[in-house]
Structures are given as structure tokens and as C-alpha cells.
């Protein structure tokens, strides 16, 4: 199983956002929505074997996290305005109990915490920490079987929370030398997954 972890500082965890301007309101949460078509979809299909996690971390709800399952969800479209929609639903309704996971879509969960929740729900996956100026992906050697890969938003990580994966022992991969937007660093280590396992 693949998991994606996009921590966005600023991402807003309410319905209190407009649909027509969603990079102006809503604390960029069109980055995470982008991030999560490039890890969750491929052309005409969903990735079964993928877990996206959207960390909300900011707006007077915040932190909150969005699960996504490629195994179970449905009716998911690729394009921005119909993920900011289904987002927005998911947000409107108010407190849920408990900080785990709580199913409130096929294959989409909610928790009421940010990067706690996601490393409550690993399973056992190897965690890597995607950041600019690391040891280059195509070197590393990536437990590609159950892996769990955490990436910055447009302002990269916050410093307590890069901290706390370092401490899990997350090992830091580097995607080469240019700082790329999120959701094209996920499609690169999408890419270099797909190539291993397919041995190309
Ligand atoms: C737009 S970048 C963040 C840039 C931000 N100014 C910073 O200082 O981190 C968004 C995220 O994409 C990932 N990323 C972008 N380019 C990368 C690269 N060349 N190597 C590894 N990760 C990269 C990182 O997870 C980063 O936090």
C-alpha cells in the first residue's frame, strides 16, 4: 500500500471557503486538492492501492484530516472544483467524536487531528519524508510494498512537525534539483514506484 501525507499549514479544515475562488479562500487548499488527483487517480481510473491523506491544518477548525482510499472510494473526479465540493460537504457538518478516523463518505474519512491521526493509522508503513536538497530517490531503496510519504505544502514543512518525523525515523528522499509544486514531486514519486514495480 502507498500513502501520501500533504501537511497544508495553512489549508482551511471548514466549509467556510468559496468554490469559485478556492486559492483565495480557503488557505490554499486547491494545492492539497491538486496533490491529492496526482496521487490518488492515473488516466480514467483510481489507484487501488493508494491512501491520500489531506492534513488541514489551518482555519478555527483546524487541525483536521481528510482520508482518502483508493480501494473504496467512489464518484471521485479529477478535476479541482468537483474535489473542492466534495470537501466542502465533508466540512460542513460540525465536531465529530474522537481523534481517529470516521468514515463519512465511501472510501473518505475524517479525523479531528492533524499529522497524529496519520501516524496513528500507518499500519506499519515505512515513512519518508519528501523534502528539497535530500539523498535522491532513485537511489534509495524504498519499502515499496507498505510506505508512507509526507510532503510539504506551497510553504514546505513546519519545523515541530518535520521534527516529529524525524524522531519516527522517517528517512528524507530528494527529487532532484529544482523545488517543484507538491502535487508534481507526488506525480514524480508516483512515477518512480510505478517504474519498480513494473521493473522499468
Ligand atoms: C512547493 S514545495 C515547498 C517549497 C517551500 N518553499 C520549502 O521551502 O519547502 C512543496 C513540497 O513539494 C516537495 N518537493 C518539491 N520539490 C522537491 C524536490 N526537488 N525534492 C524533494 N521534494 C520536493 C516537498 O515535500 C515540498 O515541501
Given at each position: 500500500?502507498?500513502?501520501?501525507?500533504i501537511?497544508?499549514?495553512?489549508?482551511?479544515?471548514d466549509?467556510?471557503?468559496?468554490?469559485?475562488?478556492?486559492?483565495?479562500?480557503?488557505?490554499?487548499?486547491?494545492?492539497?486538492l491538486?496533490?491529492?488527483?496526482?496521487?490518488?487517480?492515473?488516466?480514467h481510473g483510481?489507484?487501488?492501492?493508494?491512501?491520500?491523506?489531506?492534513?488541514?491544518?489551518g482555519?478555527?477548525?483546524?487541525?483536521?484530516t481528510?482520508?482518502?482510499?483508493?480501494?473504496?472510494?467512489?464518484?471521485?473526479?479529477?478535476?479541482?472544483?468537483n474535489?473542492?465540493?466534495?470537501?466542502?460537504?465533508?466540512?460542513?457538518?460540525?465536531?465529530?467524536?474522537?481523534?481517529?478516523f470516521?468514515?463519512?463518505?465511501?472510501?473518505?474519512?475524517?479525523?479531528?487531528?492533524?499529522?497524529?491521526?496519520?501516524?496513528d493509522?500507518?499500519?506499519g508503513?515505512?515513512?519518508?519524508?519528501?523534502?528539497?536538497?535530500?539523498p535522491?530517490?532513485?537511489a534509495?531503496?524504498?519499502?515499496?510494498?507498505?510506505?508512507?510519504?509526507?510532503l510539504?505544502?506551497?510553504?514546505?514543512?513546519?519545523a515541530?512537525?518535520?521534527?516529529?518525523?524525524?524522531?519516527?525515523?522517517?528517512?528524507?528522499?530528494?527529487?532532484?534539483p529544482?523545488?517543484?509544486?507538491?502535487?508534481?514531486?507526488?506525480?514524480?514519486?508516483?512515477n518512480?514506484?510505478?517504474?519498480?514495480?513494473?521493473g522499468?
Open positions: 500500500m502507498r500513502r501520501f501525507v501537511l497544508g499549514q495553512s489549508a482551511v479544515a466549509a467556510d471557503f468559496s468554490i469559485e475562488d478556492i486559492p483565495g479562500t480557503s488557505g490554499r487548499l486547491d494545492v492539497l491538486r496533490c491529492l488527483r496526482a496521487g490518488l487517480m492515473f488516466s483510481i489507484r487501488q492501492d493508494t491512501i491520500v491523506y489531506l492534513c488541514l491544518l482555519g478555527p477548525r483546524g487541525p483536521r481528510l482520508r482518502f482510499e483508493g480501494a473504496t472510494a467512489r464518484f471521485l473526479r479529477p478535476d479541482e472544483r474535489l473542492g465540493a466534495l470537501v466542502r460537504k465533508i466540512l460542513a457538518p460540525d465536531a465529530r467524536p474522537g481523534p481517529g470516521v468514515p463519512v463518505r465511501h472510501g473518505v474519512a475524517l479525523a479531528e487531528s492533524g499529522v497524529e491521526a496519520v501516524l493509522d500507518l499500519h508503513a515505512t515513512p519518508y519524508i519528501v523534502e528539497e536538497g535530500a535522491d530517490i532513485r534509495a531503496t524504498i519499502d515499496a510494498t507498505s510506505c508512507a510519504f509526507f510539504g505544502d506551497h510553504a514546505g514543512f513546519a515541530n512537525a518535520r521534527e516529529e518525523l524525524g524522531r519516527r525515523g522517517a528517512a528524507a528522499l530528494g527529487l532532484g529544482v523545488s517543484m509544486h507538491a502535487e508534481d514531486a507526488i506525480a514524480v514519486v508516483v518512480e514506484l510505478d517504474r519498480r514495480d513494473r522499468a
